[in-house]
Structure formats: structure tokens, C-alpha cells
């Protein structure tokens, strides 16, 4: 009687199929709030200091401006995700990432994850700093996520349970899933 279980594929309905990728997309909601940022309380306090600011970069590498980063990031948050997107209507990860790195450091990435990983240079968890690229393994093929890192271990990112959003890369969700990070302009 091997394989004669409800889970087996012949016994499979897609109402059941639905009904359990339904409960691991909640179940991954749950992992990835276990450090829940505060999208407005960050968002107030970031763009103040992009107001205020002269738009001097100090220890950031020339032609990354971190006003405009930070403009372009706080400026899209809240779109919803919506995978193969890359408007104001939805977009993905990769897409988030281009458009900010397209308005804020005028430069052209990529536009899938993997091939935004082969960009720049190699960078430790350690030695993160902002406009970095961070990637994740969320789906069992590697890197399948990106997202920018600000400072303070939080990454704007494109997410599929809450559109573009600001998370903390010390969550569980995120920490266990980290593959890797790119400095794009040095």
C-alpha cells in the first residue's frame, strides 16, 4: 500500500494542492515577520535625512548617490510584487533592485536575480555597507531573491507577501536563507 496516501500524486486534487501552498506561503509569512520592521517609522526616518542632507556621499563610492537611492527606494514602497512585473502596478525583486540602481546610481543591472548575482564584487556579511545587493535562497534554487541593503542589518526588497517593503536580515526567514552579497559600484 506504498504511495496509496492523499499526498500521493494520483490521489492529488487542485483544490488540495492550492489548499497546501496556501498554508507554507502562510507559514513563510509567519517565518519572515518573526523580526517585523516598522515600514513607516523607517520610512519617516529616512526621508528626512534625504531632505535635510546635502547630497555629499562622504565614504560611498563616487556614483552612488545615497539620496537618490534612498528617494527612489522610499518612493516605491508599497508596490505590490507581482513576478515578471516592473511598474508601479507590481514588480519583483530584480526588477525593484534595477530601478533603484538605474535612478539612484545611474547604473544598468541586470534584470534576473542570478545574473545580478555574477555583478560587482563579492562581498562577506560582514563588511555589508549601503546600496549593496544581499541575496537569499527562498525557493531551493540559488540566489532567488534580492534585495538593497540600507544599514542597520535592513534591505529594501520586492516581497511576494508584502510588495516593497523594508525587512531585517537578522529574521530567521532571511538569515537562514542569506547566499550572498554583490558591491556593485566600488
Do not use: W
Not at 506504498?2 to 509569512?29: N, Q
Amino acid at each position: 500500500m506504498a504511495g496509496c496516501t492523499s499526498t500521493a500524486p494520483r490521489f492529488r486534487t487542485a483544490e488540495a494542492d492550492e489548499a497546501r501552498h496556501a498554508k507554507r506561503i502562510r507559514d513563510e509569512e509567519m517565518r519572515e515577520d518573526d523580526r517585523r520592521v516598522d515600514v513607516a517609522k523607517i520610512k519617516s526616518r529616512l526621508t528626512p535625512s534625504v531632505k535635510a542632507r546635502p547630497a555629499e556621499d562622504g565614504e560611498l563610492p563616487a556614483g552612488l548617490n545615497r539620496d537618490r537611492v534612498l528617494l527612489s527606494i522610499v518612493s516605491q514602497l508599497g508596490v505590490p510584487y507581482e513576478y515578471g512585473g516592473d511598474g508601479k502596478n507590481g514588480m519583483d525583486c530584480s526588477a525593484f533592485t534595477s530601478r533603484v540602481y538605474d535612478g539612484g546610481a545611474r547604473k544598468q543591472l541586470p534584470r534576473s536575480t542570478v545574473d545580478q548575482f555574477h555583478q560587482g564584487t563579492e562581498v562577506g556579511r560582514g563588511q555589508l555597507r549601503f546600496g549593496d545587493l544581499v541575496f537569499f535562497n527562498t525557493t531551493g534554487r540559488s540566489p532567488s531573491h534580492v534585495g538593497i541593503y540600507i544599514e542597520d542589518d535592513l534591505f529594501a526588497h520586492a516581497s511576494v507577501s508584502y510588495g516593497v517593503t523594508i525587512s531585517s536580515m537578522e529574521s530567521t526567514y532571511y538569515k537562514n536563507r542569506f547566499v550572498g552579497a554583490r558591491r556593485i559600484i566600488e
